[in-house]
């Protein structure tokens, strides 16, 4: 049997707006395989595959700020109470057997950290990361809960820029249940980034991460 043919969405020409999201329906793994090939991995825009549904998203700045600060938030949290850590940021995850291959905000092996240590992760192989998180800025529900339910990741979190709250969802007989609090560092609030984001705004970085620091040290010590 013949592969399919290459994608013929010309995305070195495709204009998209900072925030804007397209999605493009009846895409075969082939063709979503041989369009990472293509486009690789020095790209401006975010590629997701979900059974069939191509998404193209064009992070804007405030999504890009967040998603550091959270980066930044959760190494902190990590240093400071001596976890291993691997970031994977916006890394591929693909999964051919489940037909899906998200590409997060950011993703985390901490518990399972040792087992993809020093290695280049592969989803056949190894285990999902035990955390992804997701900024969503514009409010628009492109399932990506239910894809990282789909991959068995234990924890998502999921940031809203309308409401300034952190939702955390944990993995319980394989449906992300909600939660008040993160088991993986229950100190954090569903408006702890918002409050780092709007000292960020009221000090500035450097201070606001500072006086950050100093409260979860405060926080550990209780």
């Not at 550091?68 to 691997?86: F, G, H, P, Q, V």
């Not at 240590?117 to 056949?124: E, I």
């Amino acid at each position: 049997m013949s592969s399919p043919p290459l994608l013929t969405v010309p995305l070195d020409r495709l204009q998209l707006a900072p925030g804007s999201r397209v999605t493009i329906p009846d895409i075969s793994w082939e063709q979503y395989e041989q369009l990472l090939e293509r486009t690789g991995d020095h790209r401006s825009y975010r590629l997701s595959y979900d059974h069939g549904t191509l998404e193209i998203v064009m992070p804007s700045e405030a999504h890009e700020v967040l998603i550091r600060l959270m980066d930044w938030m959760i190494s902190t949290l990590c240093e400071e109470l001596a976890l291993n850590l691997k970031t994977i940021g916006s890394t591929t995850l693909k999964a051919a057997s489940l037909s899906t291959s998200p590409e997060p905000d950011n993703g985390y092996y901490i518990q399972n950290e040792p087992l993809v240590r020093g290695k280049v992760v592969d989803l056949s192989a190894d285990p999902p990361p035990d955390l992804v998180v997701e900024i969503n800025i514009s409010n628009t529900d492109s399932n990506k809960k239910a894809i990282y339910q789909t991959l068995n990741v234990p924890e998502f979190w999921t940031y809203s820029g309308k409401t300034g709250q952190l939702s955390f969802y944990v993995l319980q007989s394989n449906q992300y249940q909600w939660v008040n609090a993160s088991p993986t560092f229950a100190i954090v609030q569903s408006t702890t980034l918002k409050n780092l984001v709007e000292a960020c705004k009221k000090s500035g970085e450097l201070v606001a991460k500072q006086q950050f620091r100093r409260w979860v040290k405060a926080q550990i010590r209780k």
